[in-house]
T-cell receptor
Framework: ETGVTQTPRHLVMGMTNKKSLKCEQH?????MYWYKQSAKKPLELMFV???????ENNSVPSRFSPECPNSSHLFLHLHTLQPEDSALYLC?????????????FGNGTRLTVT | AQSVTQLGSHVSVSEGALVLLRCNYS??????LFWYVQYPNQGLQLLLK??????LVKGINGFEAEFKKSETSFHLTKPSAHMSDAAEYFC???????????FGTGTRLTIIP
């Protein structure tokens, strides 16, 4: 079982749909992240949850709504998306403590908005 | 503020040749530096990291990188490329007390048989 699991792997949705992306980490970490990866663009940090509290919202449109019910689970709720939101959405986790941190990524959800 | 610049969005090398992927960083405080690799249809996997101590760090799959403070660089190398090294490589920077990593734009490595 991989350390960070994302479901679904692929998602196609219309602009009026509501869907959710799920992420689960099995590493005992205390922080979780959502990143957006679009073609020919740098990785974009969307949200950070540290000890279940949102510590970063990187000017993400309100059509993306994160939820972190506990330190092992992270959701990204999607509604009324635009075609330009099509991308690979990556979840990551880390152990935030004194000293350096590094991220452990899931395999991502490939989202296509039609 | 911190940033990362990866020179060359695409690099091609012949199988068996030296791999050199360039990364320069900007950080107002001592940095932590990382290289990640992404294979097709997968997430990012940590290759190696520099935090403190020895400036030459070794990672998985025969890769290594050297932290050069005077040049603000953290270039990734591998003496002999293998077909399985074909992937996208990302350099990233963070620092003490920072829960976020700043990534470069990535370098796609192609291996020529």
């Amino acid at each position: 079982e991989t350390g960070v699991t994302q479901t679904p792997r692929h998602l196609v949705m219309g602009m009026t749909n509501k869907k959710s992306l799920k992420c689960e980490q099995h590493l005992g970490h205390n922080a979780m992240y959502w990143y957006k990866q679009s073609a020919k663009k740098p990785l974009e940090l969307m949200f950070v949850y540290n000890f279940k509290e949102q510590t970063e919202n990187n000017s993400v449109p309100s059509r993306f709504s994160p939820e972190c019910p506990n330190s092992s689970h992270l959701f990204l709720h999607l509604h009324t998306l635009q075609p330009e939101d099509s991308a690979l959405y990556l979840c990551a986790s880390s152990q935030v403590a004194e000293g350096p941190i590094w991220l452990h990524f899931g395999n991502g959800t490939r989202l296509t908005v039609t | 503020a911190q940033s990362v610049t990866q020179l060359g969005s695409h690099v091609s090398v012949s199988e068996g040749a030296l791999v050199l992927l360039r990364c320069n960083y900007s950080s107002s405080v001592p940095p932590y530096l990382f290289w990640y690799v992404q294979y097709p249809n997968q997430g990012l996997q940590l290759l190696l990291k520099y935090t403190t101590g020895a400036t030459l760090v070794k990672g998985i799959n025969g890769f290594e990188a050297e932290f050069k403070k005077s040049e603000t660089s953290f270039h990734l190398t591998k003496p002999s490329a293998h077909m399985s090294d074909a992937a996208e490589y990302f350099c990233a920077v963070s620092n003490f007390g920072n829960e976020k990593l700043t990534f470069g734009t990535g370098t796609r490595l192609t291996i020529i048989p």
